[in-house]
């Protein structure tokens, strides 16, 4: 019963849903920042960096606490979310002449399911593509010690050879940058109605809310994005 009612009430799935959702955003500032240092020139130290951070963020028992939340968060969230999408649509209106949706609300707020799934799609590729070679020992023939000293795998020069690929660098670029557009247009709608969902629903401070949540969504996408396209055309080539 207890269960029933933290879990499956719908009010607790709104709570739910936003509490991952913002939970969700705050993870993406902090693996923004991780990823900024793939612009700095390419050089032994920035190997090293980039590959210590990469060991700090898989081994230290805080940031592993933090990265359970967050897998246990995506999975809440995107199942949560797509049985929410299921449900709606059962429930639209059918040949409604008078029904017009876009009359009243925005494309991404009436395509958040959508939305979600090109992110999940992304998120599974994503994963196989980097954190699974870093956890389950794809990378294991690339481990050599730094300058400090520490054993560190090569995470490094996976990613920029992904994106410097002759091949396959633009498409993988193109299909990242794509993905970074379905978040932008997930959080310009998600970011504020999370808070509106939590209750922080004051007229006072509704407007600075839904204009972070504008900025958010196009800042923290687009930075993102920046990085996959800057490491194809411009940094130099390893
Ligand atoms: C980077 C990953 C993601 C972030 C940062 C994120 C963020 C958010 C936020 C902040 C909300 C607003 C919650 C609310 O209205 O109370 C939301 C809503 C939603 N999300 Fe996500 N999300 C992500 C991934 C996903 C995935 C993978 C799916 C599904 C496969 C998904 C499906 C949905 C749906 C359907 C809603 C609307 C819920 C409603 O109408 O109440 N999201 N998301």
Known sequence: MAKSAL???SLAKKYWMAFTGLFLCLFLVGHLLGNLQLLLPVSETAKDQFNEYALFMTTNPAVKVLSYLTYISIIFHAIDGLMLTIHNRKARPQGYVSFKPSTNSMWSSRNMGILGSIILAFIIIHMSMFWAEMK???????IYTTAN??????LYTL??????????GLIWAIAYGFAMLAIAFHLSHGFASGFQSLG??????????????YAFSVLVPLAFAVIPFYIYFVLEKI
């Open 159 to 168: 990613t920029i050879k992904t994106f410097q690929d002759a091949q396959y």
């Open 136 to 142: 389950f020992g794809g990378l294991d023939d690339t």
């Open 149 to 154: 000293g520490e054993e560190v795998k090569d």
């Open 200 to 213: 922080v629903n004051h007229p006072k401070y509704n407007g600075f809310i839904r204009k972070l949540g």
């Open 7 to 9: 879990l499956k009430s």
